[in-house]
């Protein structure tokens, strides 16, 4: 039976191919798994002044197929009287995070921003006046396994819920609904253009009997 030694020159390459996977190992942890924070302040698009009692959020998004999305609340916050604030994460190359103001009966975000975790980031963000429509949506019947709807996912099945869009004054908000049809091979959904009317309380009835009979959505 012959034993084998390693010579000095083998130990240290033995050694120092177990720290670099030790390094490797630790790096790919880190990138799954990286703190951040994003601070700035809220100002008005017209005005430059800040806004105050807005809500801050950063969502943390992945891609479920084609240009869909499906976002979770990483932290929010709302800003103070100086219209500043400041919020902490964690994650990874996964997921995409995005920074946005969540919409209200006053406010409007502006845009949008990507975010990086593993840093620190400042922001300037800009808000302006919105204005709101409500929309009942109704779907009798969806067999399909996934429904995407306002950048979310919902389970198979009925649906009737009662919500508001909001957009600037006299504009046009673009509602998208779309299943996926496993065996057509593509999304099939429909499009509704929703005007933003200063004062209007009217509620926007939207009724669908299948999605899976809806065409395919462009």
Known sequence: ??????????RSM??????AAMT???CKKSDRDRPGVVEGEVVDVDTGLPVAGVTVRLNACQLVGGDAYHCETANEMKTGADGKYSLT??????????????SND???????????????????????RAFSAKVRLVIRKNEGPQLYFKNSILLPGPLDTTFSVWGPKN?????????????AGYVRGVRKIL????????????????????????
């Open 1 to 10: 039976m012959l034993t084998f030694y390693p010579t000095t020159k083998a």
């Open 106 to 128: 006053s406010i409007l975000p502006y845009t949008s921003y990507n975010i990086q975790p593993g840093q620190k980031t400042r922001i300037r963000m800009e808000a302006m």
């Open 195 to 218: 005007p933003i009317i200063p004062g209007n309380s009217e509620t926007t009835l939207i009724v669908i009997e299948d999605m899976l009979q809806l065409p395919k959505l462009q």
């Open 14 to 19: 033995t050694w120092a191919l177990m720290a």
């Open 171 to 183: 504009s046009d908000y673009i509602l998208n609904l779309g299943v996926q049809d496993r065996t």
């Open 89 to 102: 994460f964690r994650g990874g190359r996964s997921k995409n995070f995005r920074l946005e103001l969540a």
């Open 24 to 26: 490797f190992a630790a």
